[in-house]
């Protein structure tokens, strides 16, 4: 499968697609003032992470490349774009409302002019494999909620949640975990300043776990 190493992977801001609640997929959705202001806040939690990131990775989209560049106002690292992170191509699903969109994701459909789930979920293994396997240290990933779906996907986990915006989640070896080899850490803000964080145990690939096969 993939590197067992340690990481963090963070979803970009909020876009003017979903404030329009419409498929982006491949195209080019810039963030909105709400969309940098979360990734802006992120910057508390980049703040107190004990094991830092040695470099940021980002897909080639403006929402994923301009949240990194945000992001990486804290952490002053390396900053790289890597094609392979990129959303799903949805074909003619792009511009296309959630609602409208649901069977795609539900049943596994593959868009029409689009990219295969097959194609996709390999696409995002080969760049998983490649980002852990060349940096010796901890990455951030600065991605989008179907990259984060297709890591559970690679692993036969079906995830069953909603990736928000700009919500940290760090990645931590867990050499006990058979099928998935990862604990999976979400940082929360709480208190009106946002400035209060807590390390929760995320629930996004742990509940779905139940759900693989042997």
């Given at each position: ?12 801001g ?11 997929g491949?195209?080019?959705s810039?963030l909105?003032?709400i ?12 703040k ?25 106002e ?53 760049a998983?494999?490649?980002?852990l396997?060349?940096h ?31 919500h940290?989640?760090e ?25 209060i ?16 096969t042997?």
């Amino acid at each position: 499968m993939l590197p067992a190493r340690h990481f963090y992977m963070i979803r970009h801001g909020e876009t003017e697609a979903n404030v329009a609640r419409v498929m982006a997929g491949h195209t080019d959705s810039p963030l909105t003032e709400i969309g940098r202001t979360q990734a802006k806040s992120a910057h508390a939690a980049l703040k107190i992470l004990a094991i830092k990131p040695q470099a940021i990775i980002h897909s080639h989209l403006s929402r994923a490349r301009d949240t990194a560049s945000i992001l990486n106002e804290v952490l002053g690292v390396p900053i790289h774009e890597e094609c392979d992170f990129s959303e799903m191509h949805v074909g003619a699903f792009e511009g296309v409302s959630y609602e409208e969109c649901g069977p795609l994701f539900e049943h596994g459909l593959d868009p029409e002019g689009g990219e295969s789930h097959i194609d996709f979920i390999s696409r995002i293994r080969r760049a998983m494999s490649h980002a852990l396997a060349v940096h010796d240290r901890s990455v951030l990933i600065v991605s989008h909620g179907g990259v984060l779906g297709a890591l559970g996907k690679i692993y036969g986990i079906r995830v069953k949640h909603f990736f928000q915006n700009c919500h940290l989640y760090e990645f931590e070896p867990d050499s006990e975990h058979v099928k998935f080899p990862w604990k999976v850490w979400q940082y929360d803000q709480t208190g009106k300043d946002g400035q209060i964080i807590i390390r929760n145990p995320a629930s996004l690939y742990r509940e779905a776990i139940q759900d693989m096969t042997p």
